[in-house]
């Protein structure tokens, strides 16, 4: 391969996506990166634990689990899908406006009972506030929490203490959290509570939290003098906590503590709770590795999903009575891994290569911006293993301008150019015989994992449960996003709460007037404010 600047490369590590699968189960190597273990205490408690997979459809997790059989391995997700132990479910997604939904209404679903338009968070069209689990929780003397690897702000998280109509507003909804005082809040979005890290910003909540007796956490090494007396706000990246792939890659990202270690900290802090307690922890850049075509982030995300599945594990321990509900608020993109080959027997092979890349596709994308051809070839095959040929380097260029109109079959918003990427590399190529079908061995074998869109899909996402109480709170059927409210209420003992509701026709009328103004160009702003 020809040489590139290394200093515009990352130092590699050698964790690679088939490194970090040899040794799936890594409770205590994840949360010993501060130097000391967590450790929980006995409790009689109880508390639910909300697992949010943004984005991710059985299909991400069931490429996961084909990626460790390889190595004659499972995750713990299939380990929990089989146990006698488990209930699974299947869940409808859709919003009140839309078959499919955003993250903003999917969240309000679970949070509050009721169903609302897409972009919303936890208020009707009517402008009639939806009072959410968290808020109930609070009112009844339990503590909440919230862990995420998007900004704190995101529209999951968001959905469970914010009552705003429009979920980019991640300023207010900053406020709006502080009036939830939770006594955890850890991820990304800094940019939006420090005029230190936003000079644009107007009010500095950082300080308010501070003032409220916030122990507030910027960076990693931080968390070895952790304070579990006060409230605990960590806001770990100016925007969302880099994908899991480049952070285990790039020493320039060692500040951002992983998924499982924020996780065991929210636990640790919440089972000093008198009452009990419900945390929400979300791998919220699922999701966006899939609006990307980014088949290696997206397992590398779900990989580190699973591994919060080990803490709760060590968790549950020692505090029995924990429901325990992991579930996805939509699809994202059509993953799918194809088949390949002559009788599709070259599949398993195409598939396996993606264990070769050491980067996501928005980290790559960002190394080839404003490079010559062969400068996107070299750092192409550099960080995927991968090479290309010109006329897809090509294509991977000049997918970054603004007259690019996307991919043949593929339906596109501008934010996520990067794909042209993904279509690169999930590519295989094999003799045809004279009916047209594949035959004989690759031409080109490359990574076989496609997408349809960059779009979020409508498809029903599935619902593990366990731990206490979990047969009784929810059937092994299909059930409505909404129908969660009322599990988490039963199991917390809240009196029965009734959300006000609206119909469709009633929610379309309302609304008409707001799609009218809502251009191609607020689309666009609205997702790249979603994922960068």
Request: aromatic share 10%; with cysteine; proline share 3%.
């Amino acid at each position: 391969m020809a040489e590139f600047s290394r200093r515009e490369a990352i130092e590699i590590f050698g964790a690679t996506l088939a490194t970090l699968l040899i040794n799936p189960k890594v409770y205590s190597s994840q949360i010993d990166q501060i130097g000391q273990p967590i450790t929980f205490e006995k409790t009689d408690t109880p508390g639910i634990i909300f697992i949010v997979g943004d984005g991710m459809p059985i299909s991400t997790l069931t490429a996961l689990q084909s990626l460790r059989d390889s190595i004659n391995k499972t995750t713990t997700f299939y380990s929990k899908f089989q146990s006698n132990d488990a209930t699974i479910a299947y869940m409808g997604t859709e919003s009140l406006s839309s078959i499919v939904t955003d993250s903003a209404p999917a969240s309000a679903a679970w949070a509050t009972g009721t169903k609302t338009v897409n972009h919303f968070l936890s208020v009707l069209p009517n402008d009639k506030i939806l009072k959410t689990i968290a808020e109930l929780a609070k009112e009844n003397g339990y503590d909440v929490g919230f862990v995420t690897t998007t900004g704190v702000t995101h529209a999951t998280p968001a959905a469970w203490y914010s009552h705003n109509k429009d979920r980019d507003d991640e300023a207010n909804i900053a406020l709006e959290a502080l009036m939830l005082k939770p006594a955890v809040l850890m991820g990304g979005g800094l940019k939006y509570f420090s005029k230190e890290a936003n000079p644009k910003l107007k009010k500095d909540t950082l300080s308010d939290f501070k003032k409220e007796g916030y122990a507030v956490y910027t960076d990693k090494k931080q968390l070895k003098q952790i304070d579990y007396n006060k409230p605990i706000l960590g806001l770990f990246a100016k925007s969302h906590i880099d994908h899991y792939i480049d952070r285990l890659n790039d020493k320039n990202l060692e500040s951002q503590p992983s998924l499982a270690l924020m996780s065991a900290i929210a636990l640790k802090k919440l089972q000093m709770a008198k009452k009990g307690f419900v945390l929400q922890i979300e791998a919220g850049r699922i999701d966006h590795a899939n609006h990307a075509n980014d088949c290696m982030g997206a397992l590398m995300e779900t990989a580190e999903l699973d591994q919060v599945l080990d803490v709760v594990d060590e968790y549950l321990k020692t505090n029995a009575k924990t429901l325990v509900i992991v579930t996805s608020d939509h699809g994202t993109g059509g993953f799918n891994v194809f088949g390949t080959g002559a009788d599709y027997n070259d599949s398993t092979e195409a598939f396996l290569k993606y264990k070769q890349v050491k980067a996501s596709i928005p980290y790559i994308t960002k190394k080839i911006e404003n490079k010559g051809l062969k400068e996107v070839q070299d750092i192409v095959e550099y960080y995927t293993g991968f090479k290309i040929e010109p006329s897809e380097a090509q294509l991977i260029i000049d997918s970054r301008s603004p007259d690019f109109t996307g991919i043949t079959g593929n339906y596109l918003y501008r934010a996520y150019d990067s794909c042209a990427l993904g279509a690169v590399l999930a590519k295989c190529a094999y003799p045809l015989s004279k009916d047209g079908d594949q035959t004989g061995k690759a031409n080109l074998r490359r990574g076989n994992v496609y997408f349809v869109s960059t779009t979020h899909t409508g498809e029903d996402q599935v619902i593990l449960s366990y731990g206490f109480r979990s047969r009784e709170l929810i059937a092994s059927k299909r059930i409505e996003n909404t129908d969660l409210f009322n599990a988490m209420a039963s199991f917390l003992n809240i009196k029965p709460y009734k959300n006000p509701t609206m119909t469709k026709k009633e929610a379309k009328a309302i609304m008409q007037a707001y799609y009218k103004d809502y251009t191609y160009e607020k689309l666009a702003k609205s997702f790249q404010l979603h994922v960068t």
